[in-house]
Nanobody
Framework: QVQLVESGGGLVQAGGSLRLSCAAS????????MAWFRQAPGKEREFVAA??????????YYTDSVKGRFIISRDNVKNTAYLQMNSLKPEDTAVYYC??????????????WGQGTQVTVSS
């Protein structure tokens, strides 16, 4: 069982930055791929970014709309995954969720989910 707790959301102006954190319980953090999803009001939850399991040079994946602006990373000592979000746009406004699964997936079929953290980007 893995418990995930997100933090770092908030209100930011367009062009600004935020860093989201996802703290995971348990001793097997490095055996899970980690991902970030987001859900805007009235829309389906969508994939944002993922990072493979392991430590050094884990593969990373991004949806096209955040490539070059967001960076996903992980610290297996701190059992934490991060999403650095730069050059934020109003369309990035959503609740952001982290997720964990033994495999990288680009859909919502992850085994474990956090409770979400709100990100609001004002224009």
């Amino acid at each position: 069982q893995v418990q995930l707790v997100e933090s770092g959301g908030g209100l930011v102006q367009a062009g600004g930055s935020l860093r989201l954190s996802c703290a995971a319980s348990g001793r097997t953090f490095n055996t899970y791929a980690m991902a970030w999803f987001r859900q805007a009001p009235g829309k389906e939850r969508e994939f944002v970014a993922a990072i493979g399991r392991g430590s050094l040079h884990s593969s990373t994946y991004y949806t096209d709309s955040v490539k070059g602006r967001f960076i996903i990373s992980r610290d297996n000592v701190k059992n934490t995954a991060y999403l650095q979000m730069n050059s934020l746009k109003p369309e990035d406004t959503a609740v952001y969720y982290c997720a964990a699964d033994p495999s990288v997936r680009f859909n919502t079929q992850y085994s474990y989910w956090g409770q979400g953290t709100q990100v609001t980007v004002s224009s």
